[in-house]
């Protein structure tokens, strides 16, 4: 069972890198809409394998990386145009996961 779980993580995290890189996806809205969507998807993300693994701190800074670096991709592979806001919602998007598991971790 731990393997699927750890599998379905890991396609979680491929599905995001794949969506990041796609050259156009629907507009979400006018103006910043798509930012709940990255920090949703990091967020779950990080929640899922905060209960995964211990090495929380290890996993958050990857996953931070992952979508500083999947925003610096989209401008070099010319597909889409790099978002400081979009790294911000990441960001915020794995601490939130990280600090959610860390309550549900502390009242168990």
Known sequence: MR???VAAGWTWAAAIVWLSLT???PKLGAGHADKFGHFA???VLMFWFAQLYRERLAYAAG???M???LEFLQQALGSRQLDVFDMLANTLGVATGW???RMLQSRV
């Open 67 to 69: 979508g500083v670096a």
């Open 23 to 25: 050259p156009s996806l």
């Open 99 to 101: 600090g959610v598991a």
């Open 3 to 5: 393997k699927a779980l």
């Open 41 to 43: 998807a990091y967020g």
């Open 63 to 65: 996953f931070v990386a």
